[in-house]
Each structure stands twice: as C-alpha cells, then as structure tokens.
C-alpha cells in the first residue's frame, strides 16, 4: 500500500483499489506536540470506539467505513473530499470556548448569558467551528459567516446542522451510561456522490471531552475521561515546563501515562458496555 498521510496520531495508505486503511497509532498530542511515549492501546480504543459510534450515529449522517481492518487499530474506509472547517458542537463551557466566554461573553460570534462559569452547561448547544490548520499549528475559531464566506451557506447550514445532530445523539447515548459530553470535533467531508458524510474519528477522547455526570460541577475544572488529564500534568509544576518558552514538553512519567490509559479504557468500557479486548 501507498502511504498518504501521518498526522498527529493516524496513519493513512491507499490501497490498490483506491481505498484508504487509516491506522490509529498510540501517539497523543497536546498543546499541538506529539507527546512521547505513546498510550497503550489508545489506539486501537479510539478505533473501536468510533466504530461503535459510526453504528449508532448511521441513521444521523453516513461515515466512510468500508470494513474493519485486519487489526483492531485499523479501518477501510471510502475516500473523501475534506471539508477545510473543524466542526465543533459544545454543550458545556471548557478549554477554548471558556477562555472566549471570558473574554468578549461569546464563542465563535454567538453571544452567551452573563454569568457562566468553568464547566457550566450551555442553554442549548452550539455550532463553534474553528480553522482546520496545519500540523504543528492551532486550530482559531471562526464564526458562523466566516464558514459561508468559506463553503456557501448551503453547505455551512449542513455542516452546522450535522454538527449539532451529532452531538445531541451523543450526548443523549453517553449520558444514559453517566457520561457528560462537554463538546466535540467531527470531521466531515464529500464522497464521490457529494454526499457529505462523517469521516476520521468520532465521539472519541481525542475529539471529545467526556465527564463523569455523577462528579460535574460548574465554577471548577471538571474530572475528565480524556487527555485533559495529560493537559494538566504538562502544565502543572511538576512537569516543570512553560509552555510560552516554545521547547517541546518533557517526557511523560510512568504514571501519567498508565492513568491516561486507564482513563481512556474506561470511556470506552461505559459508553459501549463491552470489556476492551485490544
């Protein structure tokens, strides 16, 4: 097979039918840096994980899968033609769109309430689209007109629309099994019959942030079923590094490492009901 693309954590090959295998490695990113080492089997849980969720989200959009791989890691899929706008829906204030709150009281052009705090649940979900940068580079939100200006109103008003289905069936699937989804990023793009159709991974804890329901609470940082936990080791003082200085963070600990692992075992073991078997 033809090798195509490495991003931050999938590899991606053309086979000679012109099908594309995107192979999930166990590299884990933060502050736009492939972090080392890798996660155990975070991989082949984030794979697993998305075709559970391809399943449930069918009658909601199509996804490219064409079948499971030879590997728990590894998915056929169709080819498609990239929309260049991140998608994100968020339920609930965190990350980016706190700090945006904060700043002007809104996210991505849309004006929120007055009094909002650190993990506060939204009046309804929002369509929050950022720009799809290169690797190594941040992804800077937009607003609803910049993506016309981007792709046409018809094509903006599907993304939005897909956006926000996604994730309501999400955060209705996860919810019932303890799980809050704070907010998440899909992919979307065109497949040979211009059908727009969801792509790369989904409702993951890469793409997604995931609390425990039974622990949320707003005005703090919230527990997290995702790599929020490695986000705040690297800016804790005793990863000792300073994100400003532009070095590249240090090593992961033993430690972080195997709670990330468990964190993301987890995820997948409550919202899909089902042992992890690798």
């Not at 991974?201 to 079923?225: C, H, M």
């Not at 992961?252 to 692992?261: I, Q, S």
Request: hydrophobic share 35%; aromatic share 8%; proline share 7%.
């Amino acid at each position: 097979m033809k090798h195509v693309h490495s991003g931050k954590v999938r590899d991606l090959y053309e086979t000679d039918e012109g099908l594309l295998l995107m192979v999930a490695s166990d590299r884990i990113s933060a502050f736009d840096y492939v972090l080392e080492p890798g996660i155990p089997d975070k991989g082949a849980i984030l794979t697993q994980l998305s075709l559970w969720w391809f399943d449930q989200l069918k009658d909601v959009v199509p996804n490219h899968v064409v079948a499971r791989g030879d590997d728990s890691r590894s998915v056929l899929c169709r080819p498609l033609r990239m929309v260049q706008v991140e998608c994100v829906a968020r339920g609930y204030l965190a990350g980016g769109g706190l700090a945006d709150y904060r700043r002007d009281r809104a996210v991505s052009g849309i004006r929120l309430p007055e009094g909002l705090d650190d993990g506060s649940r939204l009046p309804e979900p929002i369509f929050t689209p950022s720009t799809k940068a290169p690797m190594g580079q941040h992804d800077e939100p937009i607003s609803y007109e910049q993506v016309v200006a981007e792709v046409g109103e018809e094509t903006a008003e599907e993304l939005r629309r897909i956006t926000l289905a996604v994730y309501e069936r999400g955060a209705e699937i996860a919810r019932e099994r303890g799980i809050i989804v704070a907010d998440t990023k899909i992919e979307l793009g065109w497949d040979s019959d211009g059908v727009l159709t969801l792509g790369d991974e989904v409702l993951t804890p890469d793409s997604s942030r995931f609390w425990p329901a039974d622990e949320w609470q707003p005005g703090r940082a919230q527990p997290s079923f995702d790599k929020q936990y490695v986000r705040d080791w690297l800016t804790s003082p005793e990863s000792g590094w300073d994100k400003s200085t532009g070095n590249p963070p240090p090593r992961l600990p033993d430690h972080v490492v195997e709670r990330t692992r468990q964190r993301y075992l987890e995820a997948y073991e409550r919202i899909t009901g089902t042992p992890f078997n690798g």
